[in-house]
């Protein structure tokens, strides 16, 4: 079945440094992924989307990247915050006309030291 | 309301008893979905409704799961005769119609320890 996985389930960088946070897609035929920040006791908050004709997006300090030669995303985000610390997860999305549901990977919680 | 509200947001239940946990989405948003988060595990889905229909129910584990959206609006997921293996935060998320997972805003969950 389909399956959206994450290659490292921690990562612990310094503030200020940059951080990669990286997943694997199984489905060759997925359109539309979402990368999701989840502090503890809270719902995942969206951070940033791509859609599969882009190969990089980029917003505030956060940058998608998507490789679908090797079916491979990374979430890259700069200049590392304290209140970055959480669990990131990416999300292959549904096509809304197919149901519109998420299929998370496992996720990566980000620790950021001082 | 001005995000998805979920109540009550701890429930401690004895094996075999049955549990409600009730979903209040955004005001005017179609969609709504359930979704179950085991403990260092991503979301997994449940449910899905538009308005008032349940649409997918592919992702609900068992019979003992059930879920409902009477009037369109707030959401109920019941979970009957529960097992330790029910132990885990529900999640629900509503959205504007068409655009189903674009759009999504989570609530903050109910997580549910089965004793």
């Known amino acids: 079945g389909e399956s959206v996985g994450l290659h490292l389930p921690t990562l612990s960088v310094q503030e200020g440094d940059n951080s990669i946070i990286n997943c694997a897609y199984s489905?060759?035929?997925?359109?539309?992924f979402i990368w999701y920040k989840q502090e503890s006791g809270k719902g995942p908050q969206f951070i940033i989307d791509i859609r599969s004709n882009m190969d990089k997006r980029q917003g505030q300090r956060v940058t998608v990247l998507l490789n679908k030669t090797v079916k491979h995303l990374s979430l890259q985000i700069a200049a590392t915050q304290p209140g970055d610390s959480a669990v990131y997860f990416c999300?292959?999305?549904?096509?809304?006309?197919?149901?519109?549901?998420?299929?998370f990977g496992q996720g990566t919680e980000l620790s950021v030291k001082p | 309301g001005a995000g998805v509200s979920q109540s009550p947001r701890y429930k401690v239940a004895k094996r075999g008893q049955d549990v409600a946990l009730r979903c209040d989405p955004i005001?005017?948003?179609?969609?709504l979905f359930w979704y179950q988060q085991a403990l260092g595990q991503g979301p997994e889905f449940l449910t899905y409704f538009q308005n008032e229909a349940q649409l997918d129910k592919s992702g609900l584990p068992s019979d003992r799961f059930f879920a409902e959206r009477p009037e369109g609006s707030v959401s109920t997921l019941k979970i009957q005769r529960t097992q330790q293996e029910d132990s885990a935060v529900y999640l629900c998320a509503s959205s504007f119609r068409g655009q189903g997972s674009y759009g999504y805003t989570f609530g903050s969950g109910t997580r549910l320890t089965v004793v």
């Open positions: 489905n060759s035929a997925s359109d539309y």
């Open positions: 999300a292959d999305a549904i096509p809304y006309n197919q149901g519109g549901k998420l299929i």
């Open positions: 005001s005017g948003h179609v969609s």
